[in-house]
């Protein structure tokens, strides 16, 4: 719409108050004018926060993807084994990976669309393609070749489960990187409290809100949200983070999503229905969005367009062929473009609350997933990736509760057996919902998971007294079992700045 605007605008340049000599200056009132200025400054801003900073000129394409070799080949690996799973499962019980639905299912799946969660196919013989605690095992064998890694403990040893030498941030880095969340300096999450008046902060905070909306800014959204989002305005702000407008054609994308489902049966639609049944069904917070669930994560495991976030992810999408033509790479295509089995169901459910029109709902969390989630579940040495996460977290503890840390140890109650799928989940489904959202508030505010590594160990600090009188890994559990009571923010300032370093 932009380019038909600017051609009208350009065939009209016949007309006397047009100078060559100031088409540059035209131009760019033009698209003040216009609004579209606004739109450009927010698209670009958008994609410097999603694509990694650019290579050396005669680094290979791999290098953007992920640059540690020994990375690559551990997730090169990891992808084997998940694509072994999945070929297996499908031989076991003589099901294609993909087929045309018959006219009458097809019909009868268009006429239940909104109402998928009454569905109870049998599900007994599906199995979940990988669980966090195999994923953890993966992580935990990862070494670094070209590192001297001896069997005796030494000065440099870490004692955790993470083995590899990567960088990652101490307190002081973290206080300077998350100073918007310094003690002094007010947030929603602590003082929009019953105890505090809200004309302390509370309603300065909605008003400022509210003004970043009308100026339509990405940046300030983001700067924004980093002292959390008032409830009425967090559809919005994520949205124009995100820079998501649900526009005719992005309906009419996911309505062409739609049609995909209703015409092709994948094998991965079994599983997510699984997963759905086994996590959002018998969850108190998201059961009622079981329907919503089944829509996006269908639609999600069709859409090609996510394909492109590959080209900046340690991970490759799997391939398969058109029966009878295995090997021919002409006859390669992608199955499914983007599933990755695992976890999915929380990532979208949260959003739920926030967006109830299902096309908006699908492009916020495909966003979300390609700037943030896929991070969760991929090997690689990026700082907010899940490796980088588990070192963060066993550090800071290592570092600032050594003796809850050697205690756990000893007893084999590693903390990053407990921690683990908390992170990886990004919190969802442990926290209350409330709480959650106030979490993924700063993710979207710093661009980072690396707050989720930070919580995590918080969440060890606040329980530490309970956690030296354990003595087994089924006790250390049952201290951390319930996180529903938690309040992030306090737990987060309480680490970070009130935590001597």
Known sequence: S?????YSWLV??????????????????FLKTSGWEKKLQNAVYSELNVFPSPCHPAAPPEHMKEPLAYMRKAQGSWEKRILKSLNSMCTELSIPLAQKRPVSEQKELLNKWNEMGTDEPDLSLFRPVYAPKDFLEVLMNLRNPNYENGEQPSFRSHLGLIQVPLKVKDI?????????????????GIDDSAQVPPEFFENEHVRVGQKVLAEQDSAAAQQYVRQGCPTALRADLWALILNISNQPEDILYYEQLKSNVI???????????????LTASNDDYYFVFEDYLYQVLLCFSRDTSVLEHFTYSSATPPKSYIRGKLGMEEYAVFYP???????????VAPLCFLYHEPSKLYQ???????RFFFRLHSISSHPSGIVSLCLLFETLLQTHLPQLFYHLREIGAQPLRISFKWMVRAFSGYLATDQLLLLWDRILGYNSLEILAVLAAAVFAFRAVNLMEVTSLAAAEAVLADLSTLKVMPLLQIFLFATVT
């Not at 932009?2 to 600017?6: D, F, G, K, P």
């Not at 473009?337 to 990532?347: A, G, K, R």
Request: zero cysteines; a negative charge; hydrophobic letters at 40%.
């Open 2 to 6: 932009l380019m038909v605007r600017l």
């Open 12 to 29: 009209s340049l016949h007309r006397p108050e047009i100078k060559l000599e100031s088409l540059k200056e035209d131009i760019k009132d």
């Open 172 to 188: 002081p880095e973290l206080k300077e990187d998350f100073s918007e969340l310094g003690l002094n300096i007010g947030q929603l």
């Open 263 to 277: 015409q092709h049966d994948l094998l991965v639609d079994s599983l997510i229905y699984k997963d759905v049944k």
């Open 337 to 347: 473009p983007n599933v990755n089995y695992n976890s999915f169901i929380l990532s």
């Open 364 to 370: 916020i969390f495909r966003e979300m997933y390609v």
